[in-house]
């Protein structure tokens, strides 16, 4: 039976494509998540600046777990 996924170093490129494209994510999240605090020092709103921290670190911690598992299954 021939294999349908093509041969094996196409598929450990597309791990490891994978995985870097994931790390440039986790990168952006931390960018985002700082630029986010930088906001909320000038803008000084409470509840304004403290949901879209949440949002921003939640998006980070989501990246990050999204990471792991990509890693421990791939």
């Excluded at 670190?57 to 598992?69: D, K, T, V």
Aim: glycine share 2%; proline share 4%.
């Amino acid at each position: 039976m021939p294999d349908l996924f093509g041969p094996p170093q196409f598929n450990l490129a597309l791990k490891i494509a994978i995985l870097i494209f994931l790390a440039l994510y986790i990168i952006f999240a931390v960018i985002v998540l700082t630029q986010v605090r930088v906001m909320n020092n000038i803008l000084k709103q409470s509840f304004a600046s403290t949901v879209l921290a949440t949002i921003a670190l939640a998006n980070l911690i989501l990246a990050l777990s999204l990471f792991l598992i990509a890693l421990v299954i791939l």
